[in-house]
């Protein structure tokens, strides 16, 4: 588990393949690194379930997940991918359920504290906002559609 105060170059180097911190500093890696603690899901465990009221991030850092929409298996998740952003941003629903098919560990990142680094770092929300942009914009999307 990450303590406040002490940076882990692991943790930063883990945060810089999520995409949509792919703007942000070492400077801001390392306070949002700050926040991070790491959980172990064992084999068939739900970790998130769709519809539930989502609560932050997730980075898998070992094992083997799905996700499912209704009862359909969309993808596989496994070491270096992330799930949870929707939910980091708005604490909406989940829009999908993800199930650990072998056992899990992630680096975790909850919305409260998330928005506590923000607080400290008000760039990291600015870096966001442009990743998010360009990758409506690559899918095509538009605010009128």
Known sequence: M???GRTDKQLVEQLKTVP???GCSARELASLADF???VRFPA???IVREGRTGTGLH???EGETKVVV???TRRRLGPGTFFGEISLLDRG???ATVVAETPVRTLSLSSWNFRAALKEHPSIAVKMLE???SRLRTAGLSITD
């Open 2 to 4: 990450a303590r406040r």
């Open 20 to 22: 949509l911190f792919s």
């Open 36 to 38: 991070l603690r790491e």
């Open 44 to 46: 068939g465990r739900e």
């Open 59 to 61: 980075v898998i850092l």
């Open 70 to 72: 209704g009862d359909r």
């Open 93 to 95: 629903p989940r829009t």
């Open 131 to 133: 990743e998010l942009a």
